[in-house]
């Protein structure tokens, strides 16, 4: 009995053991808490600062950034600079404006991408003045376009001796940038437009990145729409039910697989003959509505009264 308690108590005592602290109060205090957008995952911080910092010994020479995002219904693309205070936008363009150009359907695919960015470049340039100089490539064959003068490389077709062409850096956010990737449909719209963007054909449609070969045809057909014709052509002919569902709009609009490229090349002519915006509308609210005023306390109670003696009066009329 005597062995058996000392057991006991040995393994009674034996259930402390260490544990080491791996956060301490030291840790804690020193916790620096990252950036807002930084937590929030909607900015790169690493990437933003390589594509903003500037050489000391060019003043208020800033970098500036073809910013490319999408949401939901809409292709967004903007020509930014960074100030201490805050990014400055030089010139935007979504894919809403389209419809001005005669495109109202697919305001988010790889040939929606191409026709905002190009729209984008064009007002840039025509707002600087380039807009003659720099026509960009009027022949889209998805040919990757680059000129060498001295030792630096622009990729443009041709540099005029007086003024060089506007240089922007690609931003791609958070978005993977994946072998063909919308981004880079808003890229070579951009590059096309006479805008100098440093890339290469390494992540547009076509590359294989196995044989290391580019195929531009296959490029020029992503930037006309060939792929949503076939997908169409495809659906129509395998579930027409769901290509009704899927394909609404297209439909309504009138526009047909056969006819999107036309449709395409029609937009591109539209946008270099007047890539400018749109005249602003005044907005005025609508004050018809008027939000119901608060009842007060013996308001509410006369309320609640008058619904109780209604039912009331209800159930009596039931009994009798």
Request: hydrophobic share 30%; glycine share 6%.
């Amino acid at each position: 009995l005597h062995l058996r308690l000392q057991f006991i108590d040995y393994y009674s005592n034996s259930t402390m053991v260490f544990i080491k602290v791996q956060k301490s109060k030291a840790y804690f205090s020193r916790y620096q808490v990252k950036f807002r957008r930084r937590r929030e995952g909607r900015t790169d911080y690493r990437q933003r600062k390589r594509l903003c910092t500037q050489d000391k010994n060019k003043y208020q020479t800033p970098k500036y950034r073809l910013v490319v995002r999408f949401t939901n219904r809409q292709v967004i693309c903007q020509i930014a600079y960074a100030l201490i205070d805050g990014d400055r936008i030089l010139c935007q363009a979504n894919s809403k404006e389209l419809a001005r150009y005669g495109l109202e359907v697919g305001l988010k695919n790889y040939a929606a991408a191409y026709c905002t960015g190009l729209l984008c470049a064009r007002r840039l340039l025509q707002k600087v003045g380039l807009d003659d100089v720099y026509e960009g490539n009027t022949e889209v064959d998805g040919e990757v376009v680059s000129t060498e003068v001295g030792k630096k490389t622009y990729y443009v077709d041709e540099v005029d001796e007086d003024r060089r062409p506007f240089r922007a850096l690609l931003d791609v956010g958070c978005k993977t940038t994946s072998t063909g990737c919308r981004i880079f449909g808003a890229l070579k719209g951009a590059a096309d437009g006479g805008l100098d963007i440093p890339h290469s054909e390494k992540r547009f449609p076509g590359y294989d990145r196995d044989a290391k070969e580019y195929d531009a045809d296959m490029h020029r057909e992503r930037i006309f729409g060939g792929h949503v014709g076939e997908y169409m052509e495809y659906l129509e002919e395998e579930d027409n039910t769901k290509f009704q569902e899927q394909f609404a709009t297209y439909i309504e609009k009138d526009v047909e697989m056969d006819g999107l490229e036309e449709l395409y090349e029609s937009v591109h002519e539209a946008i270099r003959e007047d890539p400018s915006p749109s005249e602003k509308k005044d907005f005025t609210p609508d004050k018809s509505f008027k939000r119901k005023a608060k009842l007060t306390h013996e308001q509410r109670k006369a309320r609640v009264q008058e619904k109780k003696d209604a039912k009331n009066a209800e159930l009596e009329e039931d009994d009798e």
